[in-house]
């Protein structure tokens, strides 16, 4: 595998809503001529009306804005959210509008699961948060635990050839012709920085397995240590294999998991492979503060990465996505501090004994979660790839 890597950029990690959503939000009041802005969901809370003013504000100014919101995730935004943005002048697509709520066919359970902005083609936005408020379960008084990171130079260029496809895919797929987009030369980013990055993206043409042979490649050439955290931690064959390989060549890996579970069946499933892992020495803490929402890894304090792709089949094998892979030291570190503090105020190391000798009912239902999924995968077509 080939990765295009890009000098010079400035990186800057941003942390959960508190964070991402006023650097967003500034970017946009200070957009003049174009803003892209995707993502899987658009809820209609306050964040969501924060950054729909931001659109509405910059679309009144004579900016070209255009939106583009997956069509499961966004099924509330359709009814909600998108009327008034298109009164105000903002282009929206759905990517793939939702129709039938009880279908497992393959093409409905492709979606836009991608978090990208763009804007001004000199600053664009890629991670895992979503366009909804970190407090959207009253039961949770913690924030989400999630990562983006707001992107300057050379990097932009891929970024915005990215979201310039996608969206003129989907105008041509919807037959909306006047959305279109008018072909002329891309904003040239200058290098300002010291950061090498690249970026990755996941589809069902040319790019299917680019992001997991990333973290395989980066997996293999590990020597030290491995922190990784994901929301839905699923992997297949060849990924667990790359973790236990490296656990016998005496990598200390960490992975930071949910506790508090948005998707239980998915849950039990993952705990299902808890077993082999302990058994190989892998340390699993589940984070247990609030909902755990991050797709991000260090590898010895030089490789990371910042992304939407869990380690899991719908992301792996289905969904468009889009990940920052990062070669620098101090942008490396710099997580690792972040997910070691995540860890030390929300994270429950699972304790390898108790475990093992744990309830066996509760042995016997995780396996029969990761069996129904397993099945739902096969019956989607993608059962037998990894």
């Not at 300002?192 to 043409?205: F, K, M, Q, S, Y």
Request: aromatic letters at 8%; hydrophobic letters at 45%; glycine letters at 8%.
């Amino acid at each position: 595998m080939s990765i295009t890597w890009h000098p010079s950029n400035t990186l800057t990690l941003l942390e959960n809503g508190a964070e991402f959503f006023p650097a967003l939000a500034a970017a946009m009041d200070q957009a003049q001529t174009e803003i892209f802005l995707e993502t899987y969901i658009f809820a209609n809370d306050e964040v969501g009306r924060e950054i729909s003013g931001a659109l509405r504000r910059a679309a009144k100014r004579g900016v070209t804005v255009r939106v583009l919101v997956d069509g499961f995730g966004g099924r509330e935004f359709v009814a909600e959210m998108m009327p008034a943005l298109a009164d105000a002048g903002v282009n929206v697509l759905i990517y793939r509008r939702e129709v039938s709520t009880l279908s497992l066919r393959r093409h409905r359970l492709r979606r836009l699961h991608r978090k990208l902005a763009v804007i001004d083609g000199r600053i664009a936005f890629v991670g895992g948060i979503n366009i909804v408020s970190d407090f959207e379960d009253p039961r949770v008084t913690a924030p989400r635990q999630d990562y983006a990171v707001r992107v300057e130079g050379p990097l932009l260029n891929p970024i915005h050839g990215a979201v310039r496809r996608v969206w003129e895919l989907v105008a041509w797929a919807s037959f909306r012709r006047r959305l279109r987009l008018v072909h002329k030369q891309p904003a040239q980013p200058q290098p300002c920085g010291d950061v090498e990055a690249a970026l990755l993206i996941r589809d069902n043409i040319r790019h299917r397995h680019d992001i997991e042979n990333a973290y395989l490649l980066g997996i293999a050439a590990a020597r030290r240590d491995i922190v990784l955290a994901n929301a839905y931690f699923l992997p297949g064959r060849r990924f667990r294999q790359a973790l236990l390989d490296a656990a016998r060549r005496g990598v200390r890996i960490t992975l930071l998991i949910q506790g508090i579970a948005d998707h239980p069946l998915q849950q039990r499933a993952t705990r299902a492979l808890y077993g082999q892992l302990l058994d190989a020495g892998i340390r699993i803490v589940e984070y247990r503060r609030s909902y755990l929402h991050a797709k991000v890894a260090v590898i010895d304090d030089h490789w990371a990465t910042v992304g939407s792709s869990n380690i899991d089949p719908f992301s792996l094998l289905l969904a468009r996505e889009a990940n920052v892979v990062v070669r620098n030291t101090a942008f490396a570190t710099g997580l690792r501090s972040r997910l070691q503090q995540a860890i030390d105020d929300g994270g429950h190391e699972i304790d390898a004994h108790q475990w093992q000798h744990g309830s066996s009912l509760q042995g016997l239902l995780n396996w029969a979660a990761y069996g129904l999924v397993r099945l739902m995968i096969g019956i989607a077509g993608y059962g037998n790839r990894h």
